[in-house]
């Protein structure tokens, strides 16, 4: 069994990567191979709509053919049993980044043609781990394509297997918010949040690291 974790937000070691770390752990608590992945590392774009997926007679028919630093990424998600994708909010939606990878990743699997299932690989199971300043109280409203299931929805169409939408609200964005020009967030209150809560939300990604292996 194996899970792979995609971090799509430019810092390793903030909410969405130490959320990521906790699920590769919980998986590996499991006897699971995990891999945790930041897309920071690498240099891609995202789909150039070239079509050759979707060339029957094509070399690369249900495979994006773009040879740049995903190209590898792509290939441990295609083999992995379980995939986890983590982002945090930018503008109430995914990071530039974890789009782009989604682009890639996705449209190499989809056919226009309902004779035919889409052409990914069955998942054992799926989860997107969003992570946002905005409190839970505004989520309905604010992050509403991401409430919907927007992403869920293309994932599970796509893999054929059921993904969980972990959110983590009300994050901590920068070690000290006195350094910089903003004043609009409370600083005791992330801070304590952010001993209080977030430890919980460590916890919660553990255990669906374990769970989603199992
Ligand atoms: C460019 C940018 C845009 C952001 N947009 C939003 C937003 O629309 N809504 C929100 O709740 N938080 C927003 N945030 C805050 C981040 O989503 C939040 O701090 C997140 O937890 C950061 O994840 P990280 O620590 O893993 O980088 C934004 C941050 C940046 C840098």
Known sequence: MKLLAVNGSPRKSMNTGALLEKVVE????????????HLRDFQYRGCMSCFHCKD?????????????DLRPIL????????????????????????????ERLWFQYLLYT???????????????????????????????????????????RLFAAPCELFLCTDTKQVPDYAKYEMDMWDASAKEKRHQEVFPKDLARAFDMGARLVS
């Open 26 to 37: 919980g998986a590996i608590s499991k006897g699971a191979e995990a891999e945790l992945v």
């Open 56 to 68: 029957p007679q094509g070399s690369s028919y249900g495979r994006c053919i773009l040879k740049d």
């Open 75 to 102: 290939d441990l998600a295609h083999e992995a049993d379980v995939l986890v994708l983590g982002t945090p909010f930018y503008f109430s939606i995914e990071t530039a980044m974890m789009r782009a990878f989604m």
């Open 114 to 156: 309902t004779k035919k299932p889409p052409l990914a690989p069955r998942k054992k199971a799926l989860a997107l781990v969003y992570t946002m300043n905005i409190k839970e109280e505004g989520m309905p409203a604010y992050g509403k394509d991401v409430v919907s299931g927007r992403a869920k929805g293309v994932m599970e």
